[in-house]
Structures are given as C-alpha cells and as structure tokens.
C-alpha cells in the first residue's frame, strides 16, 4: 500500500532546524514532498539561506525521518533557498531598499583592524555559496573597495532612469565613492553631505535582487559613524577587533554604538589573531581565547571565529584578487577555509535574527 503523504510530512516534523530551534514543517520549508507506489520519496526542502552552516545535517536529518517510515524504499532530498528579507522596524524610519533583502554592516571601533579586508573575502565567500550579495564601501573618506577588487579607475555606468549601476567582481556588486572621484582627490565631507551620500548610495544605485547587501563602514564610533548607523536600514552590525586591548575598548564603544540606535550585533569576528605558515600554511592561534571572546561574553553576542594573520591576504588585497576567490571552494584550507566557514555562520546568524527578531 502506498505511504501517505500526511504520514511523510508527519514524521518530518521531528526535524528540528538546528539553529532556528523549530521544526522544518512549521518553518514552512518543506517545498515538494511526493511518494511513489513503490515508496520512493522525493523531497525539496527549501533552507533560509544557501549559505545554510548545517544543510548537510538537515539533509540527513530528513532522510533518516522518511526512511525510518514502513513502506518508504528510497529517499531523495533537494536542498533549494530562499533568503527573507529583514524586518525592519516601521516606527525606525528606515526604508528597505527595493529587492535588497538584508543590508549589514561591517564595523569596528578601531580602525586598521581588517574590516575592509573582512566585508569583501566574506562577501564573495557568501556569493560562492549561492547568494546575491553586494558591498557598499562607505568608508567615503578612504574608499578601499576599488583597489581591494581590482575595479581602479573603473567607472559605473547610469541607468536610463537616472540611476547608477553597481560594477562587478568576483561575482559581487560593488559601489564605492571611489569609482566617482579621481584616486588623487582629497574627499572632505561634512556631516550632512555623508547622510546624503549613504542615502544615494542606498537608492540610487541599481542594487537589482540581492540576498545580503555588506556595507563597508569608516572606522570610529563618531558622529559620522552614528548617522550612518542610524540612517540606513542596517538588519544587523558585524564587529571586526584585533586581540589587543586597544582595539577591544574601542569594539565595545562600536557594539554600544549600534545597540544605541537598535541594530542588532550579528556576532564578533577577531581578525589577526593567530598566524599561518608561509611554508606549510598551517594555522596557529597565539592568541587563543583572546579579546575577540571575551568581548562577545561580556555583550552576550555570539563570537563567530578568529581570522589568522596571513600574509598572502595583503597580497591578494594589493593585486586586486581577494585570497577567497582564489581557491575552488571544496579544495579551501587555511584562512579561505575560515572565511568560508565565517560565511556560513554570518548566514545562519542573518537567518536567526529575521526568524526571530532578536539580536
Ligand atoms: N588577517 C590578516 N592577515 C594579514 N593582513 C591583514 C589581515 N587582515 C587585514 N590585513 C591587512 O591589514 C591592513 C588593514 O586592513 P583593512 O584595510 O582591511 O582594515 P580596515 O579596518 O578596513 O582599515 P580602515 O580603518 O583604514 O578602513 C591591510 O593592509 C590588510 O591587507
Ligand atoms: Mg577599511
């Protein structure tokens, strides 16, 4: 007798999504569920982000649910994606920006501590796991975005209704004021102006369809710092800081900073904190269970792991060609590996904020 699909979808609801601590049945991620006379199952379940950290669990998961059904011979899941857009608050005053689902934003107190570095090897790390990603390099008085990806001198083209297009790389959209001034200008912007600008670069860029939007911010936590934050429609603030005590005194002021105007704080990411071989490219945490932890603990925020320091990451920086896009993603090791793997949990951290609307 053939299994009835009530039956299948009943049993899938003791599949628990890891991190979002409900089942996939009343998640609604179960997309197709259809079984054979002979009890073969077909399945598509379709996950918060295709950057999801746990898919092959839940894949597994799932088959061993139908398969422990009497009557199912053989089972076949299809993972699909589909990433939900932020729920910003309406009282906030902050407009989404059409077709742009998640806007987050890379931040750190300190300056020099790699959040350049960190927003565009996690950007195209996130793009290779399948997402529509953009970044916005809204550091307007010392854009990096342009050299970082190899764009220099590049400039963007506008749309027939007044718009501007993002350039392109490594499978990313990229918009920085750096592909409007010439390299040599001095940017001198007052307050006012750099609201004007990070409103223009929000709307009036032709973002198109994006997952996940990576906004570059300057480094303190100023009056400069501040109206950003608080004028775009960040989903979430992603804090970059160095093993030093320096550095994690002034992540503190930046966490406080986004907290202040209600931006929850996706996680923690130490940057230089360990070193990799040069021969071997092996990893070592000099560091370990530094700064970067501790101030996570003390916020309560998850801390989402250490980038070692590498020097081939300056050298793909200065050549334009960052080191994540250099390697096939299942052949990564060293720090692409851990770029990767951050990918993964800043997806999955996306997913459980939008989920729950907590930080
Ligand atoms: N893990 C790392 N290993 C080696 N070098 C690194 C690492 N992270 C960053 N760097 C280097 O450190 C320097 C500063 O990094 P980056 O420009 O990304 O920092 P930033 O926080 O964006 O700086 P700013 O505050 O000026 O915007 C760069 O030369 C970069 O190549
Ligand atoms: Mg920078």
């Not at 073969?40 to 998961?61: F, G, R, S, Y």
């Not at 950007?123 to 529509?132: C, K, N, T």
């Not at 501007?164 to 010439?182: D, K, N, R, T």
């Not at 390697?327 to 993964?344: D, M, Q, T, Y």
Request: net charge negative; hydrophobic share 45%.
């Amino acid at each position: 007798m053939a299994v009835a699909r009530e039956h299948l979808l009943e049993a899938l609801r003791s599949v628990e999504d890891p991190e979002l601590h409900r089942d996939i049945v009343a998640l609604g991620m179960v997309k197709d569920l259809n079984v054979d006379a002979e009890g073969n199952v077909h399945a598509t379940i379709n996950l918060t982000t295709p950057a999801c950290p746990l898919k092959q669990h839940i894949k597994e998961e799932v088959e061993k649910a139908l398969l422990a059904i009497e009557g199912v011979h053989a089972v076949d899941v299809s993972l699909t994606a589909e990433v939900k857009a932020a729920r910003l608050d309406p009282n906030g005053g902050k407009a989404a920006i059409p077709g742009v689902k998640n806007v987050l934003a890379v931040g750190s107190g300190k300056g020099g501590v790699g959040k350049s570095t960190v927003s565009v090897n996690l950007a195209i790390a996130l793009a290779r796991q399948g997402a529509r990603v953009g970044l916005l390099d809204a550091d307007f008085y010392g854009p990096n975005a342009p050299i970082l990806l190899g764009l220099e001198g590049e400039r963007p083209k506008g749309t027939p209704d007044g718009k501007i297009h993002p350039l392109e790389a490594y499978g990313i959209s990229v918009m920085s004021v750096g592909f409007l001034v010439a390299e040599d200008t001095p940017l001198v912007w007052r307050g006012p102006m750099l609201h004007g600008l990070m409103k223009q670069f929000l709307e009036d860029v032709a973002w198109g369809e994006l997952d996940y939007l990576v906004v570059d911010l300057p480094p303190g936590t100023g009056d400069v710092q501040l109206t950003l934050a608080q004028s775009s429609p960040l989903m979430g603030a992603l804090i970059v800081v160095t093993p030093q005590k320096m550095a994690i005194g002034d992540a503190k002021k930046a966490i406080a900073m986004f907290q202040k105007v209600n931006v929850p704080i996706l996680g923690v990411v130490e940057n230089m904190s360990g070193f990799v071989c040069p021969k071997c490219h092996e990893i070592s945490y000099i560091f370990s269970g530094g700064g970067g932890q501790r101030l996570a603990e003390q916020f309560q925020v998850p801390f989402l792991g250490q980038i070692p320091l590498d020097q081939r990451l300056g050298q793909a920086s200065d050549i334009g060609r960052p080191l994540v896009a250099t390697e096939p993603l299942e052949e990564a090791k060293g720090v692409v590996a851990v770029f990767n793997e951050l990918a993964l949990r800043l997806a999955g951290r996306v997913s459980v904020v939008n989920a729950e609307g907590i930080a």
